[in-house]
């Protein structure tokens, strides 16, 4: 059975981090790109960050580009959000989700996660 499971979300001030985590087990981990997706409330899901099985080359919104990092241990199976310079408007349920096409994932994944709130107070 496959799960992925996030943790270190919460309530930040404006201006400052937040670092997610997101444990997979029940899959070949490092054959998966993996991906970070938030829903604010009353909203569609949106793709926040991506990166390849390898670690390589990674992907952001203009929204959260330059402000959000995504990486990868994949010697623990565990992605993460370093999340910096954090706004009102980030907040929002984040979701990881992992998939074996790197392309599917702004838009899709095979595999989620169950959510993580992040709530940045102004």
């Known amino acids: 059975q496959v799960q992925l499971v996030e943790s270190g979300g919460g309530l930040v001030q404006a201006g400052g981090s937040l670092r997610l985590s997101c444990d997979g087990s029940?899959?070949?981990?490092?054959?998966?790109?993996m991906g970070w997706f938030r829903q604010r409330a009353g909203e569609e899901r949106e793709f926040v960050a991506a990166?390849?099985?390898?670690?390589?080359?990674?992907y952001y919104p203009d929204s959260v580009k330059g402000r959000f990092t995504i990486s990868r241990d994949n010697g623990k199976n565990t992605v993460y959000l370093q999340m910096d310079s954090l706004k009102p408007e980030d907040t929002a349920v984040y979701y990881c989700?992992?998939?074996?096409?790197?392309?599917?994932?702004?838009?899709?994944?095979?595999?989620w996660g169950q959510g993580t709130q992040v709530t940045v107070a102004s």
């Open positions: 029940g899959l070949p981990f490092r054959r998966y790109a």
């Open positions: 989700a992992a998939d074996e096409n790197l392309v599917k994932l702004p838009t899709a994944a095979t595999y």
């Open positions: 990166i390849p099985w390898s670690g390589g080359k990674t």
